[in-house]
T-cell receptor, first 115, second 117 residues
Framework: AQKVTQAQTEISVVEKEDVTLDCVYETRDTTYYLFWYKQPPSGELVFLIRRNSFDEQNEISGRYSWNFQKSTSSFNFTITASQVVDSAVYFCALSEQTGANNLFFGTGTRLTVIP | DSGVTQTPKHLITATGQRVTLRCSPRSGDLSVYWYQQSLDQGLQFLIQYYNGEERAKGNILERFSAQQFPDLHSELNLSSLELGDSALYFC????????????????FGPGTRLTVL
């Protein structure tokens, strides 16, 4: 069965600090897809990144970076030099190759960046 | 702006009533998904349609149903509403026409906040 665990319920950091959001997943599929979404206070879900299981290359996009490690079933998200606008709930999600294209979400991590 | 639109933004109704939530996917996207976000259940997949046909069902109650129309917009119907149905309902779309129906990222609409009193 598939599962996504985001053990950090809430994190608070001071502006300009770096912060890492953890995501651990479980799946029996050998091919799967991992995602991160951001939900700001306004409520919408904003797509951040998709990673395929066969591509373990880490990715950097501006202040955002993602560390995918199949050996530990983790897909962690780091924000460098955090800003107040980064305050949001961040969701990690999994989609398996077998079955439908639906997303299984973790419970989310609420990040608060203090000015 | 994801390109996915949902109406209405807010809906307040009473127990036992029936409501319809509407979603228009991004231009060219054939797949529509419905998700429910509640405090106790988190974000849960309800149902998926692809080009008018039901593709997958998740934790969708029998009191809930959905359909996707020829113009690709979708409606989620919730009936015999209960207090516990109060939640944020998201629609998402993926798979532009002509691309593979693989595991494309899903783009979410702004959601409909349903309050059942």
């Amino acid at each position: 069965a598939q599962k996504v665990t985001q053990a950090q319920t809430e994190i608070s950091v001071v502006e300009k600090e770096d912060v890492t959001l953890d995501c651990v997943y479980e799946t029996r599929d050998t091919t799967y897809y991992l995602f991160w979404y951001k939900q700001p206070p306004s409520g919408e879900l904003v797509f951040l990144i998709r990673r395929n299981s066969f591509d373990e290359q880490n990715e950097i996009s501006g202040r955002y970076s993602w560390n995918f490690q199949k050996s530990t079933s983790s897909f962690n998200f780091t924000i460098t030099a955090s800003q107040v606008v980064d305050s949001a709930v961040y969701f990690c999600a999994l989609s398996e190759q077998t079955g439908a294209n639906n997303l299984f979400f973790g419970t989310g991590t609420r990040l608060t960046v203090i000015p | 702006d994801s390109g996915v639109t949902q109406t209405p933004k807010h809906l307040i109704t009473a127990t036992g009533q029936r409501v319809t939530l509407r979603c228009s996917p991004r231009s060219g996207d054939l797949s529509v998904y419905w998700y429910q976000q509640s405090l106790d259940q988190g974000l849960q997949f309800l149902i998926q349609y692809y080009n008018g046909e039901e593709r997958a069902k998740g934790n969708i109650l029998e009191r809930f149903s959905a359909q996707q129309f020829p113009d690709l917009h979708s409606e989620l119907n919730l009936s015999s509403l209960e207090l516990g149905d109060s939640a944020l309902y998201f629609c998402a779309s993926s798979a532009r026409e002509g691309s593979s129906a693989g595991r494309n990222e899903q783009f979410f609409g702004p959601g409909t906040r349903l309050t059942v009193l």
